[in-house]
């Protein structure tokens, strides 16, 4: 297996275990929410405060986490409108330098992610319901993870597109 | 002589530009804006006594710092304004014990099982004295800093609902009750059988309106006068005197550091002044407050002094439980009970 090979089947692994993290993670905020629903309505006495926030929170980490597969697969907004006018080595310029200027972008995001998760962890912020969950780790560090992959995504992108212009 | 003329018209012209530079620098270095973000609306008591305060900053500093509110939560919300306190975004505040308990448990005291049926005078004398002190002294340590005493706002009470009337604790089964964001009341209100939702302060006129909650809990008669719950739909009153909620002054210590000692000992005196009227405004609104629900429709009802005892015994034998589930110093909560036992 040549090395271009072996970074495109990482890229695919790396998708397909993203796609099932995150299919599992929405399931859970699923079952979590209809949980709470559920026993609020027929049996209070299993029902707990906290179902809501915790569906809140696998909704958010969802979201991040899904940035990076997203990212992999050009699903992501950007707007195309005069893209089919350009040549074939535009396209790739104009691309690879979306690509720079969304892992400079990103890269920010991570660092600034990081100085949340930190300060929150500082401050000790708890959640109100009885679960007093450290907001820190259960909340905000979904963001600077969810950046770190599509840092990761776009690295990875980046070196495969300057393989293949040396192929 | 033409040549001199424009080389003095010059140097007079850089001359006044350098002044003008100079006294503008100078201006900026002694006009300081402040910021004070508050999530309740115009009206409030807690905005009223911003209000007082700021005005009184401006006064005592001679003009050197202005104060501009920010009010109905237009530049942060409860839990954001602390935070944005803590990391120097936000200057100054005022805030509910209640809301700052998600960042230091203990502020939570007054809302235990101990404080039922306690006075506003028993309330004052405790975190007027070193408890208090000791008690502000916690939020040090995440950046903020208490520049005044506190002032009590109202007793909570542990119900008001839109459809369902409670007249005793038993009726409290299943209600599902919006709760400001405090784990203690959170728990209490579970041991009581209700279905409590922490919610800011912001969220809870949309929730009632839209009935997503049955009504509101552990809270009091100024929050229901202050925001005419009426209008979105309270009709119901359990009032059972369920503890305390106080406000605080605080500015971040990023502000604090920013002043010198002069503007420092202003900000502390206009709180002193503020913190008088509050006080007294709090006290002769509370009877107001009472008056002004009942005559928008709102029904109280009471719980027996039987069953308010019977409910207090259940909730103190479980008190240890409630401050650890509340992540409370039971400590510091013992030297409090301690103190409140010498009152009463």
Redesign the interface.
Known sequence: MTKPDRFEALGRSWRRFETAVIGLIVLLALGVFLYGSAT?SFA?AL?V?WT?EVTIYLIVWASLLSGGTLTADREHVSAEILVHVLSERARRRLRIGIDVLMLAFCGLMLWLGVEGVL??H?????????L?APQAWVLYLALPVGMLLIVGRLALSLLLERRSTHA | MLRLGVRHAAAALLASTAAVLLCAQVAAAEAIELRLSVETPPGHARNLASERWAEAIERFSNGEISVRIFPSGQLYGS?GA??AL??GALDLSVQANSTLS??E?NLSVVGLPMFFGATREQVREILDGPLGAELWGRLEK?GILVPGGHFEYAPNNTAYTTREIVRSYDDL??L?LA?????LF??ML?FMGA????TPRSETVLQLSQGQVDGLGMMTDLTISGGKLWDAGVRYAFRDVAGWGFYLPLVSRATWLRLSEAQRDSVRRAWKEAEAWAREYTAAELENGVETNLSHGIVNYSPTPGEQQRMRALLLAEQDVLVA?G?MDPEFVARVEARLAELK
Do not use: M
Request: charged letters at 30%; hydrophobic letters at 35%.
């Open positions: 609020r209070p029902a405060d809501e300060f929150a500082l401050l000790d912020e708890r959640s109100a319901s009885t007093q | 839990a602390i935070k803590a990391s998600s960042f448990p995440k089964r299943g599902k709760t400001p964001p405090s784990p959170v728990v579970r279905f409590p939702v922490a589930q992540r």
